[in-house]
């Protein structure tokens, strides 16, 4: 199975700061990766697909970059509701891991 | 608008057998990939099973391979997860996702608001 590795586990931040996640993949998966926010009791959210990506609806301050094993999800502005857990998945090949999670919290 | 609901978690003793049922709305569910993903509690997502539009294609996790059966009947816009033999591992928060299949990439783009399975005695 592909491992997915993400960092950092979780950090702080403060509004209008600039975020930037970044995950790994254990083998090469091209741009089959994923974003997902997850808020608490609420259904992860599909942010960015195909590395870079933007899902219809999410906000242009989300941005994906990278292919191959390096990735980098960045919010250029931290806004209020952006308060959350980040997931990364490669889609790659089965099965489709996800990384443990990113979780952003106010400073 | 699209919409997922999923039913049939429960409580339920080790060995014990669940039906999930995933009912969709407002988009082409019969040309879909869906997906079964799980969330144990206070941990992270897992894709616990696949299966292509036309059925064809169907994945399990290791875990669950022997244990679980997804199907779909695209007449009713209905996808299922058959649970059986089921373990305290396999509680948590269980959701039905639909995918999104494009050029270099591919994910899981609208979910339900999941079902809680909870095994134990």
């Known amino acids: 199975d592909i491992q997915m590795t993400q960092s950092p586990s979780s950090l702080s931040a403060s509004v209008k700061d600039r975020v930037t996640i970044t995950c790994r993949a254990s083998?090469?998966?091209?741009?089959?990766l994923n974003w997902y926010q997850q808020k608490p009791g609420k259904a992860p959210k599909l942010l960015i697909y195909a590395a870079s990506t933007l899902q219809s609806g999410i906000p242009s301050r989300f941005s994906g970059s990278g292919s191959g094993t390096d990735f980098i999800l960045t919010i250029s502005s931290l806004q209020p509701e952006d308060f959350a857990t980040y997931f990364c998945q490669q889609s790659y090949s089965a099965p489709w891991t996800f990384g443990q999670g990113t979780k952003v919290e106010i400073k | 608008e699209v919409q997922l609901v999923e039913s049939g978690g429960g409580l339920v003793k080790p060995g014990g057998s669940l039906r999930l049922s995933c009912a969709a709305s407002g988009f082409a569910f019969s040309t879909t990939r869906m997906n079964w993903v799980r969330q144990a509690p206070g941990k992270g997502l897992e894709c616990v099973s696949s299966?292509?539009?036309?059925?064809?294609?169907?994945y399990y996790v290791e875990s669950v391979e022997g244990r679980f059966t997804i199907s779909r009947d695209n007449a009713q816009n209905s996808l299922f997860l058959q649970m059986n033999s089921l373990s305290a591992e396999d509680t948590g928060i269980y959701y039905c996702?639909?995918?999104?299949?494009?050029?270099?990439?591919?994910?899981?783009?609208?979910w339900g608001q999941g079902t809680l399975v909870t095994v134990s005695a």
């Open positions: 299966i292509s539009y036309t059925s064809s294609y169907i």
């Open positions: 996702a639909s995918t999104v299949m494009a050029a270099g990439g591919r994910g899981f783009d609208f």
């Open positions: 083998q090469s998966i091209s741009t089959y």
